[in-house]
Nanobody, 113 residues
């Protein structure tokens, strides 16, 4: 069974940056469309960004211009670079393989002074 393992979350001040990583165990990782979701307390899980196998990226309006999704197929890893973080970005961030429907365990991001 394919596993996704996220890392890189933490506490950061408003205006700061974090980079999340998601390592996949899928042999054919390069074929997957990968995505990042987030879920804040009391809210539904929402799509943050997605990246197709061909390199096409899409972002939620709330993060456009601040977040960047990328991948390294040799390392079977997808990244989420988050810049100019805001308190409303506080959430648990999840990695997802759209092709397989697999989820990671999530990593907490807290933006606060």
């Amino acid at each position: 069974q394919v596993q996704l393992v996220e890392s890189g979350g933490g506490l950061v001040q408003p205006g700061g940056s974090l980079r999340l990583s998601c390592a996949s165990s899928r042999m054919l990782f390069s074929l997957s469309t990968m995505a990042w979701y987030r879920q804040a307390p009391g809210k539904q899980r929402e799509l943050v960004a997605s990246l197709s196998s061909g390199g096409s990226a899409n972002y939620a309006d709330s993060v456009k211009g601040r977040f960047g999704i990328s991948r390294d197929n040799a390392k079977k890893t997808v990244y989420l670079q988050m810049n100019n973080l805001k308190p409303e970005d506080t959430a648990v961030y999840y990695c997802n393989d759209w092709d397989l429907g697999t989820w990671g365990q999530g990593t907490q991001v807290t933006v606060s002074f």
